[in-house]
């Protein structure tokens, strides 16, 4: 040890107090004394001796009931005693060893037997520090790695819909589903390129912040997943991973609340959305950054529907309006050209009927 041990006597005879005192001293021990158990309590606490040399026979509060209190008392009962008494009766040195002293030696000492006892006392001591050293290390880095792991079950609860989330982390991936009945909602901002060269980062980053949080609200309120939001893009679909009545409605009636809300932001944004209903795959890439996405045709004509619809407008397909046209006003567009679709006939919807 690079720190002297540091060694409690205990007995009410200063005689006795002197030549433990000396023995210990020649021996490189520090010492500290007490006269009676009283005073022997209270420096323990003080001090925190790593040894006590406890004398039995002494007023006020006897060595046996110092004992019982130290190995009854969580802070102090790892510190090691050896009684040293002149009762040298085997029922004393029992009861002694039954209440936790880890030796008995009789008066009068004989020092190398002294010095050997405590010696083996104190290895046992430092072992015993050192294993609650390490505990405290591993107990720390417990709860670091749990700190972390809530940590990172609560970035994937953001990114990755509840469902998807819990099955990475129960599986450590996800297996790819196809989903045959999914509406699929696309919205875009309008000359948001030519926002962004007239007004300052903090301020461009600022609104479309807003504008997603209340997306994103919009998008929970009427059982929509949150697929992504690239740049100015917002996607989000229904039917996939909770059972939805009608999610081709929702995501209409989540659409025309988007226009409404990116109207009265302080930017004055308008927006583009389209819908379309059919089926997707669904699955998690990446490995260090997780992305839950869709592919297939659906979400493709969903894209066209966004791109071609009219400024503050859902734009959505024939599957789409003989879903929802029982509560919604709207009319035809006619059949429009789309790209890599040949033409196709596109709904506009203005507002909810019922």
Request: net charge negative; hydrophobic share 40%.
């Amino acid at each position: 040890m690079t720190e002297r041990s540091l060694i409690l006597i205990v007995d009410d005879e200063p005689i006795n107090v002197d030549l433990l005192e000396q023995n210990l001293e020649d021996l490189d021990y520090d010492t500290i004394s007490a006269y009676h158990g009283k005073e022997a309590l209270e420096k323990t606490f003080a001090e925190t001796p790593d040894l006590i040399l406890l004398d039995i026979m002494m007023p006020e509060m006897d060595g046996y009931e110092v004992l019982e209190r130290l190995k009854s008392d969580h802070a102090t009962r790892h510190i090691p005693v050896i009684m040293i008494s002149a009762v040298d009766d085997m029922g004393s040195v029992v009861r002694c060893i039954e209440q936790g002293a880890e030796d008995y030696i009789f008066k009068p000492f004989d020092p190398v037997l002294l010095k050997a006892r405590i010696g083996a006392c104190l290895q046992r001591k430092r072992w015993y520090d050192q294993e609650q050293l390490y505990l405290r290390q591993i107990e720390g880095h417990l709860k670091t790695i749990e700190a972390e792991k809530k940590r990172s079950d609560g970035l994937l609860d953001v990114i990755l819909p509840k469902t998807i989330a819990e099955e990475l982390k129960k599986r450590n991936h996800v297996i790819p589903r196809r989903h045959d009945e999914v509406a699929v909602l696309f919205c875009d901002i309008v000359g948001f390129t030519r926002y962004c060269e007239s007004h300052s980062p903090e301020e461009v980053v600022a609104n479309l912040g807003k504008l997603t949080e209340i997306f994103e609200r919009l998008a929970e309120n009427y059982g929509l997943e949150k697929i992504n939001a690239i740049g100015d893009e917002f996607m989000a679909a229904g039917g996939l991973t909770d059972h939805v009545e009608n999610s081709a409605l929702n995501c209409v009636k989540c659409g025309l609340e988007m226009i409404t809300a990116a109207e009265h932001l302080a930017s004055r944004w308008q927006v583009r959305i389209g819908v379309h209903f059919g089926p997707v795959i669904a699955g998690v890439v990446g490995h260090r950054k997780f992305l839950f996405g869709l592919w297939g045709d659906t979400v493709n004509t969903a894209a066209r529907m966004q791109s071609h619809g009219l400024v503050n407008t859902v734009n959505v397909t024939r599957d789409v309006w003989e879903r929802i046209a029982h509560a919604c006003h709207g009319e035809s567009r006619g059949a429009l050209p789309v790209k890599g679709k040949g033409e196709m006939e596109m709904f506009r919807v203005d507002r909810i009927i019922v």
